[in-house]
């Protein structure tokens, strides 16, 4: 494989492109322990749907729904755990 | 991972050797003791990023790599990119390469200073990123989150917008996509 190179004139039509947008070019959500993201790591409605696939014909939704936020609390304690040492974050 | 590259000086507009290498514990240095007060002190939408936190709940991860681009002895750019997990919203059928997260120097935006000390460090890990996708056999296929303030820039780089996304924060999805046959 070759190696990652950007000639010239590929490098002067990139930094064009960023000086004629006039913008940071930041991507990515914002993980911090201010984040509602953070807060909440996943899309509840998705992860009930989820657990309805695999055991709807087993548990009651309100099974479903006492596995969900057991899973929700889990992710949000082990995140915070991981963030809590920059306090600053 | 170790890459002798150019990137361009924004005063004169001259190429400048730089380096882009995997992310190590100088660059997170770098960012604790360079950036985070600028951007602190800035109205920038990542002032509150802390790539140290980040680089310790995604970096140990076998499907996460982190890239940083240094000149000047100093870290300009600092990029994580998923490998594994995540597949185009174009075609579900085909793996990407997902820009977990993607910033410049604070003296490196246009928003903060002007000129900015380097141009064209954000553009090249992006390129970089595509180059890993097709490494990976993805095709150069590429996804990511804009923040709401680089939205501009992701449309001129030809990518898709793909829309906001009510999983990630209201973001704007975008996606370098390309046919199977372009891509080979």
Not at chain 2, 45 to 65: C, H, L, M, P
Request: with cysteine.
């Amino acid at each position: 494989m070759m190696d990652f190179k950007l000639d010239e004139a590929e490098l002067r039509a990139i930094a064009q492109i960023e000086e004629e947008a006039d913008c940071d070019i930041s991507a990515g959500a914002n993980w911090s322990v201010r984040s509602p993201y953070a807060q909440h790591p996943i899309n509840h409605e998705k992860l009930i749907a989820l657990l309805q696939d695999g055991l709807g014909e087993v548990l009651s939704l309100e099974e479903l729904e006492d596995i969900a936020l057991t899973v929700q609390e889990q992710a949000r304690c082990r995140v915070m755990e991981k963030t809590q040492s920059t306090p600053s974050a | 991972m170790r890459q002798d590259i150019q990137i361009i000086r924004g005063s004169d507009r001259q190429l400048v050797d730089a380096v882009l290498l995997t992310l190590g514990d100088k660059h997170l240095d770098d960012f604790e003791q360079r950036w985070k007060e600028q951007l602190r002190a800035s109205s920038e939408a990542d002032q509150y990023w802390d790539w140290v936190a980040k680089n310790r709940i995604y970096g140990t991860s076998d499907t996460v790599e982190g890239y940083a681009i240094e000149c000047d002895a100093m870290t300009q750019g600092l990029m994580l990119i998923e490998t594994r997990l995540h597949r185009s919203q174009v075609d579900r059928t085909r793996r990407l390469v997902y820009v977990h997260s993607l910033a410049t120097a604070p003296w490196n935006r246009p928003s903060i200073q002007r000129p900015p000390r380097y141009r064209a460090v954000g553009a090249t890990l992006l390129r970089f990123a595509r180059y890993r996708s097709q490494q990976l056999g993805y095709g150069g296929l590429v996804g990511l989150h804009a923040l709401p303030e680089a939205i501009a820039f992701y449309e001129k780089m030809g990518m898709i917008d793909g829309g906001t996304d009510p999983d990630m924060e209201d973001l704007t999805y975008f996606e370098w996509y390309r046919r199977r046959e372009e891509s080979e």
